[in-house]
Structures are given as C-alpha cells and as structure tokens.
C-alpha cells in the first residue's frame, strides 16, 4: 500500500507539473534545455521533456507492478530528478520572459548575461543532483563515474563563470563609456 500512495502522490505531482508547463510547452528555446545525463532528448521544447518524464513515469508503474525493485528506485530517482529540473527550468522560464533591456545596444549583452546566468543556475543544480546521487552510492565504480562526471559539471561551471565575469566586465565598461 505504501507503494501506491507514493505513486499517487508522484501522479499528482506530475499532473500540476504538466498543468504549469502547458502554456510555454511549446515555447522554443535557441538550445536544448537539459544535460544528457538527466534527458534523454535534446529538444529546445518543454513538451518534448515532458513527454519523456511521463514516459519514465509509466514505465515506474509498471516496475512496481512488476515488482522489480533495482528498477523501481533507478526509474524514481529519474522522474524525481527531471521533475526538480523541469519545476527550476519553468522558474527561470518566468524570470527570462520578464526581462527587458533598456537599450537595443545593451540587448545582446544582457540576453548573454541572462543565458549564462541561467547556465550557471542549472550547473550548480546538476552538480548537486549529482553529488547527492554520489552519497547515495555503494559501488566503486558507480561512485567513480559520478565523481567524474562532477568534476566535468565543475570545470564546466569554472567556465561559466569566468564568462559570466568578462560579460559582466563588457557590460560595466559599456556603461561607463
């Protein structure tokens, strides 16, 4: 029973979810949205992702059904995850749509500033996804892998964030000249 009600609750989480993706479903985005770790799809659609977490989502309920227990906690930690990703991309969703630049001229480094921003966001996120996951492991191997793909996750967020400084730098210098 236990099962059950946790996947009627993972059910009601998933509906609200898709209920607040609905109106930007089908908004495109110049990029993919997600790391290929967490989706499987390389869409610039928040339907596209959608589509597979309620994928992953049937195919949990058919693990507990067939009560396959190893593939019961790989699939939950998979649709809980691109939920989280999912609920974060729809926040910073809003705050994208409600930035305005002041200037034609400033646009191009404001929508950069945004967009690396937003990366840095959904770096920091997937590095802790992945360190939590890190803690969670009993294999040597499993934990190598995370440990490596952390320390990818990390050099990409250092590079980030060295952009997000010289965008920053651009945009000063641009004010003050």
Request: positive net charge.
């Amino acid at each position: 029973m236990k099962s059950d009600d946790l996947l009627r609750q993972l059910n009601q989480s998933l509906e609200q979810l898709a209920a607040r993706v609905a109106p930007v479903a089908m908004h495109r985005s110049r990029q993919a949205r997600f790391d290929s770790q967490l989706f499987h799809c390389h869409s610039t659609r928040l339907s596209d992702y959608l589509l597979e977490l309620q994928k992953n989502h049937q195919q949990l309920q058919e693990s507990v059904r067939d009560n396959n227990t190893e593939r019961v906690r790989w699939l939950a930690e998979r649709v809980v995850s691109q939920m989280a990703a999912l609920q974060r991309e729809l926040a910073t969703e809003t705050l994208r749509s409600k930035e305005q630049p002041e200037a034609p001229a400033k646009k191009s480094r404001y929508e950069s500033l945004a967009e690396h921003q937003d990366f840095e966001r959904r770096l920091q996120a997937m590095v802790a996804d992945r360190e939590s996951l890190l803690g969670q492991q009993t294999t040597l191997p499993q934990q190598k892998k995370l440990q490596q793909e952390i320390a990818a996750l990390e050099g990409r967020l250092q590079r980030c964030r060295q952009a997000l400084k010289r965008i920053e730098r651009e945009i000063e210098q641009g004010e003050r000249g």
